[in-house]
Structures are given as C-alpha cells and as structure tokens.
C-alpha cells in the first residue's frame, strides 16, 4: 500500500557522476526523514545520508563533499546526486523513509535497490 520505488543506477568510471531518484507512492499521508543506504558485498548496510521534510540533512563522512541528497515534498521524491566516484562507492543503494500512512500506520518503508558500479 505504500512503495518506494528507486531508479538511475549503473556502470560508471570513476571520476564520474550518478544521479539516484526515488518515489514513494501509495496511501501517503506524510513522509518524516528519507534517506539513502547501501550495502556492498560481503558488508552491512550503511547509511549514506538523510534528509528531514524541512531539509536538515546529515552524510556519512564517506560521502560528505560529494554526494547531495534532496527532496521534493510535492512529488514524495527524494534524489541523491553523486559526484566524483569511487570503486569503493560499488554497492546497490537503497532508498527508506519513515512514512505516516492514511490509515494510521507508520514505519520505516524500504525501495528494492539500484545497483551502483564505479569501474574503469
């Protein structure tokens, strides 16, 4: 009843840029924080950076410099725009968000991923 929904993932060099995007559709009321994880093979899942409905954000220092993550209140779409890429940046990211449904549930709601390679 509620599903997020990740896209733009892929094969990049490193160097390069990926802009992630993620649509949380459904019996929405309100959407709190969202944020972007991943996790690479063989590794936990991390938090990569997150964002409150007012725009407070936070990244992990991994990422701090170069990866931006934003929201679209309007379209219940949160981006993660991610520059100068890494091998070590490999993983599938997934999108989360802690969501108030219409009829009175609320919890974390997770995407299905989107697999990221940096690779020469």
């Known amino acids: 009843q509620v599903q997020l929904v990740e896209s733009g993932g892929g094969l990049v060099q490193p160097g390069g840029s990926l802009r992630l995007s993620c649509a949380a559709s459904?019996?929405?009321?309100?959407?709190?924080?969202m944020g972007w994880y991943r996790q690479a093979p063989g590794k936990q899942r991390e938090l990569v950076a997150t964002?409150?409905?007012?725009?407070?954000?936070n990244y992990a220092d991994s990422v701090k410099g170069r990866f931006t993550i934003s929201r679209d209140n309007a379209k219940n779409t949160v981006y993660l725009q991610m520059n100068s890429l890494k091998p070590e940046d490999t993983a599938v990211y997934y999108c989360?968000?802690?969501?108030?449904?219409?009829?009175?549930?609320?919890?974390?709601?997770w995407g299905q991923g989107t697999q990221v390679t940096v690779s020469s």
């Open positions: 989360n968000g802690y969501i108030f449904a219409d009829w009175g549930g609320r919890g974390d709601y």
């Open positions: 459904g019996r929405i009321f309100v959407i709190n924080a």
């Open positions: 964002i409150t409905n007012g725009g407070s954000t």
